[in-house]
């Protein structure tokens, strides 16, 4: 193995062409250097690399059976394999052929004859393809590993089950689009009493999104002492900006903290979908955001005061809920969505986990962004 690989592994190399002589020629050549597997033709090839998977190929073109052509023509689009590194080997030189074979997905092209230390050199450029394709794959493979665990972490700091008060009753519905989410929901006692509830959204997807995420999370779960709801928001904004804002990156916002009678609920929407309140007798009232989404500019925040009653629906949504396929090239929309959900979330006997149902869908649509819900029930309401 040429000097100055960290991986050892050896490389298998398979060498099909229909003549002894010249099998024997190229194995005597790589055998010092590699794993080698000899087929006689391209029939033979295909069962071979079904069996073993080599990582070079060193194929002739003109064998019975099967030829060269149909043999990278099978390995690229009928076994979907782009890693094998196909070196041409034939003593057809026109450009037709050589054309056809690096169309259909060879890597490398050699007339014979040709010389022992040239075929060698090929070869060792192929075997640096190799070793970079495994690296690439097991830091894909590491990194992988890495998002399932923060993944698995992010879940973790989601509330699961409704808060033990006897007039508090609250169903959560998460669907991430990936394995790491930009999503971010909660809900929890203040220190005075009041109950606090969260819903937001991080631009983008994956560990960067999860990590603001986890940011937000822990400003707003230890803001017991902060005057305002409005300061609260102000300071997320700032070290938003401060820290990510450069990059682009972005978090809309929603919190409500709910007075411990149930009397009113102050609350922020900070470029959030906008959340619905119901309330007996009343026509679904929906929250508006009414500041920039946070990270983006500096702004004041806008607080607003609406008052509550016994048995009224907090239901608080991101984006991915409406933006999702009804149909090839047509969106649900937020203005559906809302119409729709404004006639089921205010029934006690609701299921958030039947929500696409509900909403006319037969099954769980094809989500390409992250789905969370919340239906936050102060005291019964009867359907």
């Known amino acids: ?59 002739d073109m003109n064998m019975p059976r099967m030829d060269g052509l149909e043999v990278i023509r099978h390995v690229r689009r009928v076994l979907g394999d782009q890693d094998l590194f196909i070196l041409v080997l034939t003593s057809d030189d026109t450009s037709e052929q050589k054309s056809e074979a690096l169309h259909l997905g060879a890597n490398d092209y050699l007339v014979k004859p040709f010389d022992a230390l040239e075929l060698l ?53 998460y669907l991430p689009s990936d394995q790491a989410s930009g999503d971010y929901f909660d ?91 119901l309330r007996r007798g009343d026509s679904p009232l929906m929250l508006r955001p009414a500041m920039p989404a946070l990270g983006v500019m500096p702004c004041r925040a806008q607080t607003a005061d609406v008052p509550l009653e016994a048995g009224s629906v907090l239901f608080l949504f991101t984006d991915g809920c409406y933006e999702w396929e009804v149909a090839p090239g047509e969106v649900l929309g937020l203005e559906r969505f809302w119409d729709r959900a404004a006639s089921f979330v205010g029934r006690s006997d609701h299921v958030l986990d039947d929500i696409f149902r509900d909403l006319g869908c037969a099954g769980t649509p094809d989500i390409r962004d992250d789905v969370s819900v919340l239906r936050v029930q102060l005291g019964l309401i009867k359907s």
């Not at 050896?10 to 080698?36: A, C, G, K, W």
């Not at 959204?201 to 017991?224: C, E, L, P, Y």
């Open 1 to 59: 193995m040429p000097a100055g690989h960290a991986d050892a592994t050896p490389i298998s190399v398979m060498v099909v062409d229909d003549s002894m002589t010249f099998r024997n020629y190229l194995e005597e050549i790589l055998r010092d250097h590699y794993q080698i597997r000899a087929c006689r033709d391209g029939m033979e090839a295909v069962e071979a690399y079904r069996e073993a998977r080599p990582e070079i190929c060193l194929l």
């Open 187 to 277: 809900y929890f006692f203040l220190p005075d009493g009041n109950f606090r509830v969260v819903m937001a959204d991080v631009s983008g997807h994956g560990a960067k999104a999860a990590f603001i995420m986890s940011m937000v999370r822990t400003m707003i779960r230890f803001s017991g002492n902060f005057e305002s709801l409005g300061g609260l928001f102000e300071l997320i904004n700032e070290q938003l900006r401060l820290y990510v804002g450069e990059e682009g990156d972005f978090v809309t916002l929603f919190v409500a903290d709910i007075r411990a009678d149930f009397s009113s609920m102050v609350y922020v929407n900070a470029g959030h979908a906008p959340g619905m309140l």
């Open 121 to 173: 050199a090929r070869v060792r450029v192929a075997e640096r393809q190799v070793r970079l394709t495994r690296s690439l794959r097991e830091a894909n493979t590491a990194m992988s590993r890495e998002i399932e665990e923060i993944a698995r972490l992010q879940r973790r700091l989601l509330p699961a089950s409704s808060p033990r008060h006897p007039g508090i009753k609250i169903q959560s519905l």
